[in-house]
């Protein structure tokens, strides 16, 4: 079975200040990794996916199979990223599991000014 | 259309009533997903679909919901006879479809809060 674990439910910090949001994930086959994003008041949105290794809005995950991570990172955070942040993992793997996504419990990210 | 949209936003229903939840996909997408949120947790997979073809049911609970996709039609949730423990925001996604490395993204609808008192 698929597991996807945020330690930390709430997490704050200053603007300008770097920010790591942990995750950790179990899975016996070859995963997905993603992170998801809700804004206040706004859907959930795609954020970063660990196959397009691409950086948005300051953001970047690496994906550590060593240590079954995807920690999010910023080296300065700014306001407009408080938001919701949600790691999910899909499995990559064919057979009924494929396709649906497993979520961590989220961290509320607080960026004060 | 270009978002997923899911009907109504709100839904207050007494206990033992029914609840009929909708979600219109996004044009072209294949894939269609309902989630459960209760009390701002953990989303839990409920059922997927592949066209109007039950992709993914391990996620359901044998009594009292079911869903649908018909063609031509927005997909449906519904829950007979709800239970206090039904209150819960509940999310549709769709994705175009899916490749050998894992396949497109997965876009969200805004949520139905169902209460039930």
């Known amino acids: 079975a698929q597991r996807v674990t945020q330690p930390e439910k709430l997490l704050s910090v200053f603007k300008g200040a770097p920010v790591e949001l942990k995750c950790n994930y179990s899975?016996?086959?070859?995963?997905?990794l993603f992170w998801y994003v809700q804004y206040s008041r706004q859907r959930l949105q795609l954020l970063l996916r660990?196959?397009s290794r691409e950086s948005i809005k300051g953001f970047t995950a690496d994906l550590n199979k060593g240590e079954t991570s995807f920690h999010l990172k910023k080296p300065f955070a700014q306001e407009e990223d408080s938001a919701m942040y949600y790691c999910?993992?899909?499995?990559?793997?064919?057979?009924?599991?494929?396709?649906?996504?497993?979520f961590g419990q989220g961290t509320i990210l607080t960026v004060h000014p | 259309g270009e978002e997923v949209a899911q009907t109504p936003k709100h839904l207050v229903r007494g206990e033992g009533q029914k609840a009929k939840l909708y979600c219109a996909p996004i044009?072209?997408?294949?894939?269609v997903f309902w989630y459960q949120q209760v009390l701002k947790n953990e989303f839990k997979f409920l059922i997927s679909?592949?066209?109007?073809?039950?992709?993914?049911e391990t996620g359901m609970p044998k009594e009292r919901f079911s869903a649908k996709c018909l063609p031509n039609s927005p997909c449906s949730l519904e829950i007979q006879a709800t239970k206090l423990e039904d209150s819960a925001v509940y999310f549709c996604?769709?994705?175009?479809?899916?490749?050998?490395?894992?396949?497109?993204?997965?876009?969200f609808g805004q949520g139905t809060r169902l209460t039930v008192v």
């Open positions: 996604a769709s994705s175009q479809s899916f490749g050998s490395r894992g396949g497109t993204e997965a876009f």
């Open positions: 899975y016996s086959g070859s995963p997905e």
């Open positions: 660990h196959i």
């Open positions: 999910a993992l899909r499995a990559n793997a064919g057979g009924t599991s494929y396709g649906k996504l497993t």
């Open positions: 044009k072209g997408h294949s894939y």
């Open positions: 679909f592949q066209n109007e073809n039950v992709f993914d």
